[in-house]
């Protein structure tokens, strides 16, 4: 038995939908006794919505970027919390960012928060705010924050900052028009590996996929590859590079 590890966005689903073609490598992969692993930045409210829409199966889905663990039959597993008083402090430098929002999510749900109703946001602009953010914060559990952004030169000057200042708490990764930050010690690899403990997968079984710099971790932990749109540093890294998840299952069952 083989573990598949597969980031979502821009790596499973590079379409307005999953293709058909990886939807039928899927369920070959897991039809010959192997598993299939979604690891995600999404929260896991956004994430089962996806595959309803989609139609495919996952055997454990990881999202919050490794901080949160669902097994199949969405069962949940384990969620990693922010220290809140540090991420008071955190939202606190947000708020005087010049970004369109920031979401908070509470380990399942994700709520979203209007900074700026002049800035475009590329990230949230079709997802309502769904509470007031006292009503929010009452709940004092914070796994997630992912800060919606148009500009990614100021990604990276937020993600200096948030490594600089909170790094007693929480780890930032860029992503499409957003920087995600997590719990510190939280990355797709962690996740991946509580899995595969719990599984009974040894890590020469462990394959996995992505796109972008969230997933280098696992990348470099695993038997890595990437999508062929992966930066050019994250695909020196990998051990092969892809067009599609459906051609990197072809090749592991060749």
């Known amino acids: ?35 299939f692993v979604a690891v995600t930045g999404r929260s896991m409210e956004s994430f089962t919505r996806e595959i309803a ?3 495919f199966a996952c055997d454990y889905i990881i999202a919050n970027n490794g901080g949160v663990i669902y ?13 809140f008083d540090r991420a008071m402090a955190l939202i606190g430098y947000i708020r005087t960012l010049p970004c369109a929002s920031y979401v908070i999510n509470d380990g399942y749900y994700r709520h979203r928060i209007v900074v700026n109703e002049q800035e475009e946001d590329l990230k ?34 937020i993600i200096a900052h948030i490594h600089e200042a909170f790094s007693d708490c ?9 920087v995600d930050i997590v719990p510190r010690g939280i990355c797709k690899a962690k996740g991946l590996a509580f899995v595969l403990a719990d599984a009974g997968v040894s890590v020469q079984d ?15 932990a695993y038997h890595g590859f990437c999508m062929d749109s992966a930066p050019l540093d994250i695909q020196e890294k990998s051990r092969g590079v892809y067009h599609s998840v459906g051609a990197c299952i072809a090749d592991l069952m060749k």
């Open 206 to 220: 462990a394959f996995t996929i992505g796109d972008a710099y969230n997933d280098l971790p696992m990348i470099e």
């Open 71 to 83: 097994d199949g039959k969405m069962n949940r597993m384990q969620v990693n919390y922010m220290d």
């Open 1 to 35: 038995m083989r573990v598949l590890a597969s980031d979502y966005d821009g790596t499973l689903r590079i379409e307005e939908k999953v293709t058909k073609a990886d939807l039928e490598a899927l369920a070959r992969w897991r039809e010959a006794g192997n598993l």
């Open 53 to 55: 829409e989609n139609g």
């Open 124 to 157: 949230y602009g079709k997802m309502p705010q769904q509470k007031n953010e006292a009503e929010l914060l009452a709940s004092g559990k914070i796994a997630q924050i992912v800060i919606s952004l148009n500009d990614d030169a100021l990604s990276a000057e």
């Open 170 to 178: 929480v780890v930032a990764y860029a992503n499409r028009h957003c």
